[in-house]
Each structure stands twice: as structure tokens, then as C-alpha cells.
């Protein structure tokens, strides 16, 4: 279980980004996180693994405090907890394998793995991944020679090497055309499913929102406003939230 309490980011500026955040995610559940541009989907997102350190409240997986956790705890509980990003974040001269594998850098021994020799184990694991997100014919190729779903796709691969509990996706698909966004989200509802992989994911198309979640978070000035199931949220109800500023936002 993955619980937030009272979680606020004010960043340096004086900007609040998240305020008094308190939320509770049971195993395995898909969680889409909504809003407008600046509504504090990222820093959400960032500071549950502490990418942003908040400023104060509590983050909670399997009731072990995350925000209190000194660097070497830290740095294990982020082995538990994978991310994937707008920009996919890959190596781009390197091999689309060699990319997988530094999501088990974490587990395997240093030198070894930055000599690259790898165990075999963990090789064959890195294989099975690709294999899962559908590209292992592109294990030897360059990683910037992909498309930017591939590349997404080998993204998370990287992270399924983690053996993460959780998997935290930040607009893993804004860079993406509507088929392609589909071809990724559909890994990850894939590895949610049959891993039982807690998936909290910020996504601006309610779409793909209603399509992929089982829980729907909003969130309008760093402050959650809505708690929501997929088909409770439809046009209306996304007005009703963001007022006009919802003309912004993507419905389709
Ligand atoms: P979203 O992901 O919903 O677009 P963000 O979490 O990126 O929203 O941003 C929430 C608010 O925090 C915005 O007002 C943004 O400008 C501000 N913000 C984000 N990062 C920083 C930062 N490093 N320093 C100052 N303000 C920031």
C-alpha cells in the first residue's frame, strides 16, 4: 500500500505546488492523476520517490515512512519504486540492452556491470523484458535509432528490471501520437495486471484517463479536488472541476 498524509511541496520561490495531500493507494491499483498544466502532477509524482523532497507530510509504502528514510534506506525503496518519464531518459548512444540493464544497476555488482559484464541471469532477464514490451529484435540497436514509443517501451523494460512494487509514470505518453500513446499505455496496463503493479500515472487526456484507470485523482492548485471512478468523469464533470480553464485540457 502506497499512503500519502498531509504531503506539501512549497518549492524555493515560494510557489506551493502540493498542499496537505493526503491519499491512500491500495496494492495494484491503477491510479491516473489529472490536471491542468501546473497543478502539481509532477511534483505529486516526484515526491512520492523523493525526486523532490517535499517540504512536509508523510509518504508511506507498506507502512514504511519514505520521507524519513535516511540515503541507504532511501536508495532501497526506490528499488521497489520504477519510473517512467515524458522523455523517455534513455542512454541515447547506447544499445537499447545496455539501457535495460542500468535498471538493475541497483542489484548487481558495480564494477562488473560498468565493465558491462553483466550475469548471465540478469542478461536473460533483460531479454525477457524486451521481449515483454515486444522489441527484443531491437535489443543491439542504438537507443536513439527508435521511435518514441519503442523507445518508451524500452523505458519500461529498464524499470521492470527493478522488480518495482510501484510504477510511477509522469505524462509517459505526451510526446506520443494517439496510436502510439495507446501501444505504450497498454504495456503498462499490462505489467499493472499481471504483476499487480501499482501504477500512478499523470496523464492530460481524459480519454486515455477513463480508458486505463481504475481510480482518477484531480488535482487543481497542488490540492486534490476529486477522487473519482474512470466513468465518473466525463466532459461535464471536468468543467465542473476546472471551470473554463478546462478548455484547455485535451478531452478527446
Ligand atoms: P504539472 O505536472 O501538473 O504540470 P508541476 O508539478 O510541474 O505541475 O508544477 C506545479 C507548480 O509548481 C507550478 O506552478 C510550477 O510552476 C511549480 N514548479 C514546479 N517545479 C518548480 C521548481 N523547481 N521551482 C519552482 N516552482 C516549480
Known amino acids: ?28 491499483q491503477f491510479v491516473v492523476v489529472i490536471g491542468l498544466s501546473g497543478s502539481g502532477k509532477s511534483t505529486f509524482l516526484r515526491c512520492l520517490n523523493r525526486l523532490v523532497e517535499p ?11 519514505v520521507t524519513a528514510a535516511p540515503a541507504d ?27 535495460v540493464l542500468t535498471g538493475a544497476l541497483g ?12 550475469p548471465a541471469a540478469v542478461m536473460e532477464r533483460a531479454m525477457a523484458n524486451l521481449d515483454r514490451v ?17 523507445q518508451q517501451r524500452v523505458a519500461i523494460a529498464r524499470t521492470l528490471m527493478q522488480q518495482p512494487r510501484v510504477l510511477l509514470a509522469d505524462e509517459p505518453v505526451a510526446s506520443l501520437d ?9 504495456y503498462v496496463e499490462q505489467i499493472n495486471k499481471e504483476d499487480g503493479i501499482t501504477v500512478v ?19 487543481r492548485g497542488g490540492e486534490l479536488v476529486a477522487d473519482l471512478l474512470p466513468n465518473a468523469i ?4 471536468f468543467k465542473e472541476i476546472y471551470g473554463e480553464d478546462a478548455m484547455e485540457v485535451e478531452v478527446a
Not at 542489484?107 to 553483466?118: E, N
Not at 494517439?178 to 497498454?186: G, N
Not at 499523470?202 to 488535482?219: E, G, K, M
Not at 466525463?234 to 464533470?237: H, L, M, P, T
Open 234 to 237: 466525463d466532459e461535464a464533470k
Open 134 to 150: 515486444g522489441i527484443a529484435e531491437k535489443a543491439h540497436q542504438r537507443a536513439d535509432t527508435l521511435s518514441g514509443g519503442q
Open 55 to 65: 517540504t512536509s507530510g508523510t509518504v508511506l509504502l507498506d507502512g514504511k515512512d
Open 201 to 219: 500515472c499523470n496523464l492530460h487526456f481524459l480519454s486515455l484517463a477513463r480508458r486505463y484507470a481504475d481510480r482518477v485523482l484531480a488535482l
Open 1 to 28: 500500500m502506497l499512503e500519502t498524509r498531509g504531503l506539501t511541496k512549497v518549492f524555493p520561490n515560494g510557489t506551493r505546488a502540493l498542499n496537505d495531500l493526503s491519499v491512500t493507494i491500495p496494492d495494484g
Open 178 to 186: 494517439p496510436a502510439t500513446s495507446h501501444s505504450v499505455m497498454r
Open 107 to 118: 542489484t548487481a555488482s558495480l564494477p562488473a556491470s560498468l565493465a558491462g559484464r553483466w
Open 73 to 99: 534506506k532511501l536508495r532501497q525503496i526506490r528499488m521497489q519504486i520504477g519510473m517512467i518519464f515524458q522523455q523517455f531518459n534513455l542512454i541515447r548512444r547506447e544499445s537499447v540492452l545496455t539501457n
